[in-house]
């Protein structure tokens, strides 16, 4: 997913990750949860790109499905 993106992007929503997702407790502050058939799924949103993510609570775990631009990752 980052390998198709801009480097200079891809490098940003990386270190936004390392910030605010690596470590923390509750990774759900920092993102919105989808509805509908996504229901399980959280977004984050960092400027005009999106982090499209499974949050495992037994093992404060993050899986990121998709990443992208907000007009092509819904």
Do not use: C, S
Not at 24 to 37: E, I, V
Not at 43 to 67: E, M, P, T
Request: glycine residues 8%; without cysteine.
């Amino acid at each position: 997913m980052l390998r198709k993106m801009d480097r200079h992007q891809a490098q940003l929503l990386v270190g936004w990750i390392n910030k605010n997702l690596v470590g923390t407790n509750d990774p759900r502050q920092f993102g919105k949860a989808l509805k509908g058939q996504y229901q399980d799924y959280w977004r984050y949103r960092i400027g005009n790109y999106r982090i499209i993510a499974d949050i495992l609570d037994d093992q404060i775990k993050i899986n990121i499905i998709d990443v992208g631009h907000r007009k092509e990752i819904y």
